[in-house]
Protein backbone atom coordinates (compact mmCIF):
# COMPACT_ATOMS: atom_id res chain seq x y z
CA UNK A 1 0.00 0.00 0.00
CA UNK A 2 1.33 3.67 -0.16
CA UNK A 3 0.21 5.03 2.64
CA UNK A 4 3.82 4.96 4.18
CA UNK A 5 5.14 7.19 6.26
CA UNK A 6 8.87 8.32 6.05
CA UNK A 7 11.64 8.71 8.70
CA UNK A 8 11.45 11.77 10.26
CA UNK A 9 15.08 13.28 12.06
CA UNK A 10 15.44 17.04 12.46
CA UNK A 11 18.95 17.52 13.49
CA UNK A 12 21.14 20.57 13.88
CA UNK A 13 24.52 22.25 12.42
CA UNK A 14 24.91 25.84 11.11
CA UNK A 15 24.50 25.40 7.00
CA UNK A 16 22.97 22.74 4.42
CA UNK A 17 25.30 20.65 2.80
CA UNK A 18 24.81 17.85 0.95
CA UNK A 19 27.90 17.23 -0.08
CA UNK A 20 30.68 14.56 -0.39
CA UNK A 21 32.19 12.53 2.08
CA UNK A 22 35.93 12.97 3.18
CA UNK A 23 37.82 10.03 2.03
CA UNK A 24 35.14 8.88 -0.17
CA UNK A 25 37.48 7.02 -2.36
CA UNK A 26 37.27 5.49 -5.80
CA UNK A 27 33.56 4.11 -5.33
CA UNK A 28 32.17 7.46 -5.14
CA UNK A 29 31.39 7.75 -8.73
CA UNK A 30 30.79 10.83 -10.47
CA UNK A 31 28.36 13.70 -9.41
CA UNK A 32 25.06 14.34 -11.34
CA UNK A 33 22.82 17.47 -10.58
CA UNK A 34 20.21 15.04 -9.29
CA UNK A 35 22.14 12.05 -7.47
CA UNK A 36 21.39 8.92 -8.60
CA UNK A 37 23.61 5.09 -8.35
CA UNK A 38 27.26 4.84 -9.80
CA UNK A 39 28.59 1.76 -11.78
CA UNK A 40 29.76 0.82 -8.95
CA UNK A 41 26.71 0.95 -6.83
CA UNK A 42 27.71 4.13 -4.64
CA UNK A 43 25.44 6.64 -4.45
CA UNK A 44 26.93 10.15 -6.17
CA UNK A 45 26.55 13.57 -4.65
CA UNK A 46 24.37 16.31 -6.25
CA UNK A 47 26.06 18.98 -7.30
CA UNK A 48 23.64 21.54 -6.87
CA UNK A 49 21.18 23.13 -4.25
CA UNK A 50 17.69 24.95 -5.66
CA UNK A 51 14.79 25.45 -3.82
CA UNK A 52 11.12 23.79 -4.03
CA UNK A 53 8.53 24.65 -6.30
CA UNK A 54 5.53 26.65 -4.70
CA UNK A 55 2.73 24.14 -3.75
CA UNK A 56 -1.00 24.81 -3.87
CA UNK A 57 -1.45 22.28 -0.87
CA UNK A 58 -1.71 18.65 -0.07
CA UNK A 59 -3.52 16.05 2.48
CA UNK A 60 -0.15 14.52 2.95
CA UNK A 61 2.01 15.07 6.14
CA UNK A 62 5.32 14.24 4.52
CA UNK A 63 4.65 16.46 1.52
CA UNK A 64 6.36 20.04 3.10
CA UNK A 65 5.61 22.35 0.61
CA UNK A 66 2.27 21.18 -0.68
CA UNK A 67 3.14 20.24 -4.42
CA UNK A 68 1.94 16.41 -4.27
CA UNK A 69 4.82 14.87 -4.23
CA UNK A 70 5.88 13.40 -1.13
CA UNK A 71 9.24 14.43 0.50
CA UNK A 72 12.24 12.82 2.47
CA UNK A 73 13.23 14.28 5.86
CA UNK A 74 17.30 12.82 6.76
CA UNK A 75 19.30 13.61 9.89
CA UNK A 76 22.56 15.92 8.99
CA UNK A 77 25.45 15.80 11.87
CA UNK A 78 28.46 17.58 11.72
CA UNK A 79 31.04 16.70 14.24
CA UNK A 80 32.26 19.52 15.32
CA UNK A 81 35.81 20.59 17.52
CA UNK A 82 36.33 19.36 21.27
CA UNK A 83 35.23 22.14 23.21
CA UNK A 84 31.49 21.56 22.91
CA UNK A 85 29.77 19.57 25.10
CA UNK A 86 28.79 16.90 22.56
CA UNK A 87 30.56 16.79 19.85
CA UNK A 88 28.55 17.07 16.93
CA UNK A 89 25.85 19.22 15.57
CA UNK A 90 22.53 17.96 14.29
CA UNK A 91 19.61 19.86 11.82
CA UNK A 92 17.20 18.43 9.30
CA UNK A 93 18.12 18.29 5.50
CA UNK A 94 14.70 17.93 3.66
CA UNK A 95 15.20 16.04 0.62
CA UNK A 96 11.87 17.38 -1.71
CA UNK A 97 10.34 14.92 -4.09
CA UNK A 98 9.34 15.58 -7.99
CA UNK A 99 6.90 13.76 -10.56
CA UNK A 100 9.28 11.31 -11.33
CA UNK A 101 10.32 10.54 -7.14
CA UNK A 102 12.79 12.08 -4.99
CA UNK A 103 15.19 15.16 -6.56
CA UNK A 104 18.05 15.17 -4.43
CA UNK A 105 19.00 18.72 -5.91
CA UNK A 106 15.72 20.17 -4.60
CA UNK A 107 16.34 20.85 -1.19
CA UNK A 108 16.31 22.64 2.32
CA UNK A 109 18.09 22.62 5.74
CA UNK A 110 16.68 23.16 9.09
CA UNK A 111 17.74 23.86 12.50
CA UNK A 112 17.13 25.24 15.71
CA UNK A 113 17.43 29.32 14.26
CA UNK A 114 15.66 28.57 11.21
CA UNK A 115 12.72 26.61 12.84
CA UNK A 116 12.16 29.87 15.43
CA UNK A 117 12.38 28.09 18.72
CA UNK A 118 13.47 29.23 22.04
CA UNK A 119 16.76 28.22 23.39
CA UNK A 120 16.73 25.12 25.27
CA UNK A 121 17.05 24.30 28.83
CA UNK A 122 20.61 24.49 30.72
CA UNK A 123 22.33 26.16 27.50
CA UNK A 124 26.07 26.97 28.60
CA UNK A 125 26.53 30.41 26.82
CA UNK A 126 29.77 29.29 25.54
CA UNK A 127 28.71 26.57 24.02
CA UNK A 128 26.96 27.79 20.41
CA UNK A 129 26.98 24.63 19.03
CA UNK A 130 24.95 23.00 22.00
CA UNK A 131 22.27 26.02 21.34
CA UNK A 132 21.25 24.50 17.91
CA UNK A 133 20.96 20.90 18.75
CA UNK A 134 17.53 19.32 18.64
CA UNK A 135 17.18 15.03 18.88
CA UNK A 136 15.39 13.37 16.13
CA UNK A 137 13.23 12.01 18.31
CA UNK A 138 11.70 15.48 19.22
CA UNK A 139 10.28 16.30 16.09
CA UNK A 140 7.22 15.30 13.85
CA UNK A 141 5.81 16.91 10.75
CA UNK A 142 2.18 17.58 10.43
CA UNK A 143 -0.86 19.87 8.92
CA UNK A 144 -1.68 21.01 12.57
CA UNK A 145 -4.13 24.46 10.56
CA UNK A 146 -5.03 22.29 7.86
CA UNK A 147 -4.25 24.89 5.22
CA UNK A 148 -2.50 21.94 2.62
CA UNK A 149 1.08 22.74 4.24
CA UNK A 150 3.06 20.38 6.89
CA UNK A 151 4.16 21.97 9.51
CA UNK A 152 7.68 21.30 11.80
CA UNK A 153 6.43 20.46 15.46
CA UNK A 154 10.16 20.60 17.44
CA UNK A 155 9.31 19.77 21.13
CA UNK A 156 11.92 21.37 22.95
CA UNK A 157 13.01 21.71 26.80
CA UNK A 158 13.07 25.09 27.83
CA UNK A 159 13.88 27.19 31.05
CA UNK A 160 14.72 26.00 34.87
CA UNK A 161 13.62 23.07 36.40
CA UNK A 162 10.28 23.42 38.13
CA UNK A 163 8.12 20.95 40.40
CA UNK A 164 4.76 19.51 39.72
CA UNK A 165 3.29 17.03 42.41
CA UNK A 166 6.74 14.82 42.48
CA UNK A 167 8.42 15.40 39.37
CA UNK A 168 10.93 18.62 38.90
CA UNK A 169 12.12 19.06 35.73
CA UNK A 170 12.65 21.37 33.48
CA UNK A 171 8.90 22.16 30.99
CA UNK A 172 9.02 20.24 27.65
CA UNK A 173 6.94 22.02 25.11
CA UNK A 174 6.01 21.11 21.01
CA UNK A 175 6.70 24.41 18.82
CA UNK A 176 5.18 24.39 15.58
CA UNK A 177 6.95 26.13 12.91
CA UNK A 178 4.06 26.73 10.08
CA UNK A 179 4.43 25.45 6.66
CA UNK A 180 3.73 27.09 3.60
CA UNK A 181 3.92 26.53 -0.37
CA UNK A 182 7.73 26.93 -0.15
CA UNK A 183 7.97 24.32 2.69
CA UNK A 184 8.06 25.37 6.34
CA UNK A 185 9.23 29.29 6.58
CA UNK A 186 12.68 30.40 7.97
CA UNK A 187 12.97 32.72 10.90
CA UNK A 188 9.37 33.71 12.19
CA UNK A 189 9.34 32.52 15.93
CA UNK A 190 7.88 29.01 16.81
CA UNK A 191 4.26 29.11 18.00
CA UNK A 192 4.16 26.71 21.33
CA UNK A 193 1.48 24.42 21.57
CA UNK A 194 -1.51 25.18 24.38
CA UNK A 195 -1.84 21.86 26.33
CA UNK A 196 -4.52 21.46 28.81
CA UNK A 197 -4.13 22.96 32.47
CA UNK A 198 -3.31 19.17 33.72
CA UNK A 199 -0.14 19.28 31.72
CA UNK A 200 0.80 23.01 30.73
CA UNK A 201 3.39 23.05 34.06
CA UNK A 202 5.42 20.26 32.93
CA UNK A 203 4.78 19.88 29.32
CA UNK A 204 4.61 16.91 27.58
CA UNK A 205 7.36 14.21 26.20
CA UNK A 206 7.35 11.34 23.24
CA UNK A 207 5.44 13.64 20.70
CA UNK A 208 3.96 11.80 18.00
CA UNK A 209 1.34 12.61 15.37
CA UNK A 210 -1.90 10.82 14.04
CA UNK A 211 -5.55 11.33 13.30
CA UNK A 212 -7.28 9.56 15.87
CA UNK A 213 -10.46 10.33 15.88
CA UNK A 214 -10.55 9.98 12.32
CA UNK A 215 -11.90 12.95 11.03
CA UNK A 216 -9.16 14.07 8.39
CA UNK A 217 -7.67 16.36 10.61
CA UNK A 218 -3.70 15.99 11.94
CA UNK A 219 -3.78 15.07 15.89
CA UNK A 220 -0.71 15.20 18.35
CA UNK A 221 -0.37 12.94 21.39
CA UNK A 222 2.44 12.37 23.91
CA UNK A 223 2.60 11.80 27.58
CA UNK A 224 2.81 14.85 30.62
CA UNK A 225 5.61 14.51 31.70
CA UNK A 226 3.98 14.82 35.51
CA UNK A 227 2.93 11.32 34.76
CA UNK A 228 -0.78 12.46 35.47
CA UNK A 229 -2.07 11.15 31.89
CA UNK A 230 -1.52 10.76 28.28
CA UNK A 231 -2.61 13.59 26.49
CA UNK A 232 -4.32 13.51 23.31
CA UNK A 233 -4.78 16.81 21.43
CA UNK A 234 -6.94 17.08 18.47
CA UNK A 235 -7.09 19.41 14.95
CA UNK A 236 -7.11 21.69 13.58
CA UNK A 237 -5.29 24.10 15.75
CA UNK A 238 -5.41 27.45 15.79
CA UNK A 239 -2.44 29.87 14.69
CA UNK A 240 -2.20 30.25 18.45
CA UNK A 241 -1.32 26.97 19.17
CA UNK A 242 -4.84 25.94 20.61
CA UNK A 243 -6.07 22.30 19.62
CA UNK A 244 -9.89 21.77 18.95
CA UNK A 245 -10.42 19.65 22.09
CA UNK A 246 -8.02 17.76 24.43
CA UNK A 247 -8.36 14.87 26.07
CA UNK A 248 -6.36 13.08 29.08
CA UNK A 249 -8.26 9.63 29.77
CA UNK A 250 -5.92 7.39 28.38
CA UNK A 251 -3.02 6.74 31.32
CA UNK A 252 0.25 7.48 31.43
CA UNK A 253 2.60 4.92 30.94
CA UNK A 254 6.63 4.77 31.48
CA UNK A 255 7.45 4.44 27.97
CA UNK A 256 7.39 5.78 24.03
CA UNK A 257 4.48 5.94 21.95
CA UNK A 258 4.20 4.75 18.22
CA UNK A 259 1.55 6.16 16.11
CA UNK A 260 -0.21 4.19 12.60
CA UNK A 261 0.54 6.49 9.62
CA UNK A 262 -1.55 9.03 8.55
CA UNK A 263 -3.24 8.05 5.11
CA UNK A 264 -1.15 10.49 2.85
CA UNK A 265 -4.34 10.66 0.12
CA UNK A 266 -6.13 12.41 2.93
CA UNK A 267 -8.73 9.85 3.32
CA UNK A 268 -9.95 10.01 7.12
CA UNK A 269 -8.22 6.66 8.81
CA UNK A 270 -8.26 6.75 12.65
CA UNK A 271 -5.05 5.64 14.03
CA UNK A 272 -3.93 3.51 16.05
CA UNK A 273 -1.50 4.30 19.50
CA UNK A 274 0.84 1.69 20.72
CA UNK A 275 2.64 2.30 24.03
CA UNK A 276 6.36 0.87 24.04
CA UNK A 277 7.79 0.14 27.49
CA UNK A 278 10.84 1.14 28.83
CA UNK A 279 13.56 -0.88 27.38
CA UNK A 280 17.27 -0.81 28.41
CA UNK A 281 18.14 -3.74 25.71
CA UNK A 282 15.57 -6.16 26.87
CA UNK A 283 12.59 -6.12 24.30
CA UNK A 284 10.14 -4.38 26.56
CA UNK A 285 6.44 -4.81 26.74
CA UNK A 286 3.76 -3.07 24.44
CA UNK A 287 -0.16 -1.91 24.70
CA UNK A 288 -2.12 -1.21 21.66
CA UNK A 289 -4.69 1.70 21.93
CA UNK A 290 -7.39 0.65 19.18
CA UNK A 291 -8.33 3.57 16.92
CA UNK A 292 -12.12 4.44 17.54
CA UNK A 293 -13.47 6.89 14.73
CA UNK A 294 -15.13 9.38 16.25
CA UNK A 295 -14.11 9.26 19.70
CA UNK A 296 -9.85 8.63 19.61
CA UNK A 297 -8.10 5.13 20.89
CA UNK A 298 -10.03 3.04 23.05
CA UNK A 299 -8.82 3.92 27.05
CA UNK A 300 -8.20 0.00 27.68
CA UNK A 301 -5.38 -1.37 26.22
CA UNK A 302 -4.66 -4.02 24.94
CA UNK A 303 -1.18 -5.89 25.97
CA UNK A 304 0.76 -7.45 23.46
CA UNK A 305 3.72 -8.94 23.22
CA UNK A 306 7.34 -7.76 24.14
CA UNK A 307 9.38 -6.74 21.25
CA UNK A 308 11.50 -3.25 20.50
CA UNK A 309 10.44 -3.35 16.74
CA UNK A 310 7.44 -2.15 15.36
CA UNK A 311 5.45 -1.16 12.10
CA UNK A 312 1.59 -0.16 11.73
CA UNK A 313 0.44 -1.69 7.99
CA UNK A 314 -2.57 -3.95 6.05
CA UNK A 315 -0.38 -7.22 5.81
CA UNK A 316 -2.61 -9.25 5.24
CA UNK A 317 -4.56 -7.35 2.10
CA UNK A 318 -8.14 -7.47 3.95
CA UNK A 319 -8.21 -3.48 4.05
CA UNK A 320 -7.85 -3.39 8.37
CA UNK A 321 -4.57 -1.73 9.78
CA UNK A 322 -2.76 -4.26 11.92
CA UNK A 323 -0.02 -4.33 13.61
CA UNK A 324 3.54 -6.25 14.01
CA UNK A 325 5.77 -6.23 17.18
CA UNK A 326 9.01 -8.05 16.73
CA UNK A 327 12.33 -8.75 18.41
CA UNK A 328 15.06 -6.13 17.07
CA UNK A 329 17.94 -8.55 18.18
CA UNK A 330 18.93 -6.22 20.88
CA UNK A 331 19.82 -7.64 24.61
CA UNK A 332 20.03 -6.16 27.83
CA UNK A 333 24.19 -7.08 28.49
CA UNK A 334 24.42 -7.43 32.11
CA UNK A 335 25.02 -11.27 33.54
CA UNK A 336 21.82 -12.86 33.31
CA UNK A 337 20.27 -10.53 31.80
CA UNK A 338 20.54 -11.64 27.85
CA UNK A 339 17.65 -13.85 26.97
CA UNK A 340 14.74 -13.97 26.04
CA UNK A 341 11.33 -15.99 25.91
CA UNK A 342 10.67 -18.41 23.11
CA UNK A 343 8.27 -16.62 21.78
CA UNK A 344 10.12 -13.10 21.94
CA UNK A 345 13.34 -14.20 20.55
CA UNK A 346 13.98 -14.13 17.31
CA UNK A 347 9.96 -13.50 16.30
CA UNK A 348 7.70 -11.11 14.79
CA UNK A 349 4.47 -11.65 15.31
CA UNK A 350 1.49 -9.66 13.50
CA UNK A 351 -1.33 -8.82 15.51
CA UNK A 352 -4.57 -8.50 12.80
CA UNK A 353 -7.40 -5.61 12.94
CA UNK A 354 -9.67 -7.86 12.10
CA UNK A 355 -9.29 -9.42 15.51
CA UNK A 356 -8.35 -12.64 14.21
CA UNK A 357 -5.60 -14.48 16.14
CA UNK A 358 -1.87 -13.28 16.33
CA UNK A 359 0.50 -14.57 13.55
CA UNK A 360 4.23 -15.27 14.58
CA UNK A 361 6.93 -15.05 11.90
CA UNK A 362 10.60 -16.51 12.60
CA UNK A 363 12.96 -13.70 11.63
CA UNK A 364 16.16 -14.39 9.83
CA UNK A 365 18.90 -15.63 12.08
CA UNK A 366 22.43 -13.78 12.63
CA UNK A 367 25.18 -14.92 10.87
CA UNK A 368 28.07 -16.53 12.85
CA UNK A 369 29.63 -13.70 14.61
CA UNK A 370 28.03 -10.94 13.85
CA UNK A 371 25.53 -10.68 16.41
CA UNK A 372 26.09 -7.77 19.25
CA UNK A 373 24.01 -6.57 22.11
CA UNK A 374 22.47 -3.72 20.16
CA UNK A 375 20.67 -5.75 17.54
CA UNK A 376 20.26 -5.35 14.12
CA UNK A 377 17.76 -2.47 13.83
CA UNK A 378 13.63 -1.88 13.40
CA UNK A 379 10.90 -3.18 11.09
CA UNK A 380 9.24 -1.13 8.32
CA UNK A 381 5.49 -2.00 6.49
CA UNK A 382 6.37 -1.65 2.77
CA UNK A 383 4.24 -2.50 -0.52
CA UNK A 384 6.81 -2.89 -3.50
CA UNK A 385 4.56 -4.68 -5.29
CA UNK A 386 1.54 -2.26 -5.33
CA UNK A 387 -0.66 -5.44 -4.72
CA UNK A 388 -2.24 -3.81 -1.70
CA UNK A 389 -0.67 -6.11 1.03
CA UNK A 390 1.95 -4.75 3.18
CA UNK A 391 5.34 -7.35 3.20
CA UNK A 392 7.29 -6.53 6.37
CA UNK A 393 10.73 -4.73 5.78
CA UNK A 394 12.97 -6.25 8.36
CA UNK A 395 16.64 -5.14 9.83
CA UNK A 396 18.97 -8.03 9.83
CA UNK A 397 22.75 -7.80 10.13
CA UNK A 398 24.01 -7.72 6.35
CA UNK A 399 20.73 -5.51 5.10
CA UNK A 400 17.23 -6.19 4.82
CA UNK A 401 15.04 -8.83 4.37
CA UNK A 402 11.26 -8.27 3.05
CA UNK A 403 8.92 -10.67 4.22
CA UNK A 404 5.74 -10.74 2.60
CA UNK A 405 3.57 -13.73 3.27
CA UNK A 406 5.42 -16.48 2.69
CA UNK A 407 8.09 -15.19 0.41
CA UNK A 408 11.19 -13.69 1.53
CA UNK A 409 13.28 -11.14 -0.33
CA UNK A 410 16.86 -10.09 0.40
CA UNK A 411 17.77 -6.39 -0.23
CA UNK A 412 21.05 -5.18 0.54
CA UNK A 413 23.52 -1.56 -0.71
CA UNK A 414 26.99 -1.64 0.65
CA UNK A 415 28.66 1.51 1.91
CA UNK A 416 32.35 2.12 1.27
CA UNK A 417 35.38 0.26 1.63
CA UNK A 418 36.88 3.55 2.70
CA UNK A 419 35.28 6.44 4.42
CA UNK A 420 36.48 9.50 6.21
CA UNK A 421 40.22 8.04 5.93
CA UNK A 422 39.38 4.33 7.55
CA UNK A 423 39.16 1.51 5.82
CA UNK A 424 35.11 0.76 6.79
CA UNK A 425 35.06 -3.21 9.04
CA UNK A 426 33.33 -5.46 6.18
CA UNK A 427 30.87 -6.47 8.77
CA UNK A 428 29.68 -2.67 9.22
CA UNK A 429 29.54 -1.94 5.61
CA UNK A 430 25.96 -3.04 4.92
CA UNK A 431 23.43 -0.40 4.82
CA UNK A 432 20.17 -0.69 7.53
CA UNK A 433 16.53 -0.28 6.35
CA UNK A 434 15.38 3.49 7.35
CA UNK A 435 11.42 3.02 5.90
CA UNK A 436 9.65 2.98 2.62
CA UNK A 437 7.15 5.35 0.89
CA UNK A 438 5.92 5.66 -2.81
CA UNK A 439 7.98 8.43 -4.39
CA UNK A 440 7.26 8.54 -7.95
CA UNK A 441 3.37 8.01 -7.35
CA UNK A 442 3.36 4.44 -9.08
CA UNK A 443 1.28 3.07 -6.86
CA UNK A 444 4.58 0.78 -5.31
CA UNK A 445 6.80 1.20 -2.50
CA UNK A 446 10.53 2.70 -2.75
CA UNK A 447 12.39 1.32 0.18
CA UNK A 448 14.56 3.42 2.37
CA UNK A 449 18.26 2.12 2.90
CA UNK A 450 21.06 4.02 4.48
CA UNK A 451 24.62 3.88 5.93
CA UNK A 452 27.37 6.03 7.94
CA UNK A 453 30.81 5.22 8.38
CA UNK A 454 32.19 4.61 12.23
CA UNK A 455 30.89 3.04 15.32
CA UNK A 456 27.96 5.28 15.38
CA UNK A 457 26.48 3.85 12.63
CA UNK A 458 28.05 0.42 12.80
CA UNK A 459 26.68 0.01 16.74
CA UNK A 460 23.29 1.96 16.64
CA UNK A 461 21.94 2.92 13.21
CA UNK A 462 23.07 6.25 13.76
CA UNK A 463 24.61 9.38 12.00
CA UNK A 464 23.76 7.78 8.44
CA UNK A 465 25.43 9.46 5.30
CA UNK A 466 24.52 7.55 1.94
CA UNK A 467 21.11 7.26 0.81
CA UNK A 468 19.42 4.52 -1.50
CA UNK A 469 16.15 5.29 -2.57
CA UNK A 470 15.75 1.51 -4.12
CA UNK A 471 13.42 0.07 -6.85
CA UNK A 472 11.52 -1.83 -4.79
CA UNK A 473 13.62 -5.25 -4.37
CA UNK A 474 15.41 -5.17 -7.15
CA UNK A 475 19.18 -3.92 -7.17
CA UNK A 476 18.50 -1.00 -9.00
CA UNK A 477 17.91 2.49 -6.99
CA UNK A 478 15.17 5.30 -8.14
CA UNK A 479 18.15 7.26 -6.51
CA UNK A 480 20.65 7.43 -4.06
CA UNK A 481 22.81 10.45 -2.52
CA UNK A 482 25.46 11.17 0.29
CA UNK A 483 24.75 13.98 3.05
CA UNK A 484 27.37 15.56 4.32
CA UNK A 485 28.95 14.41 7.91
CA UNK A 486 30.95 17.52 7.86
CA UNK A 487 29.45 21.16 7.42
CA UNK A 488 30.90 24.04 8.64
CA UNK A 489 29.39 27.55 9.82
Known sequence: MTSRSTPHALAVCAALALVPLAGCGP?????????????????????????????????????????????????????????????????????YGSAKGLDPATRAVYGRGDLGLPEPAANPPVDAGRSESLSEKDVVTADLDGDGFSDIVSTVTV????????????????????????????????????????????GVTSVVRGDFDGDGHHDLAGFAQNQSSMVLLYGPFTRGGEPKRADTSLPWTDGDLVADDIDPTGKARATSLLVHGISDGEQAPNTLHLARRGTGPSVEGRKLRGGNAHAFGDFDGDGQRDVAVGDDGSRNDEPGEGTEPGNVDGKLTVYPGSGGAPVAHELPEAPKGASTPYGPGPVAAADPDGDGRDGILVATYEGATLIDGDKRTQVTRQGPEEADGAKTPKKWRHAR?????????????????????????????????????????TSRDKTSFITAKFVTD
Open 433 to 473: PAGAADFDGDGKDELIMNWGSGTSFGLYGEQPTHWWITDGT
Open 27 to 95: EGGDASSKGGTSAAGQPSVPTESRAPDRGKGSKDPDDLNGDGHRDLVVPLTAKRDTNTVDGSDERAGAV
Open 159 to 202: GESVEDGNISASPSVPHVTWGGPGGPGKGAKATPVRLPESASKL
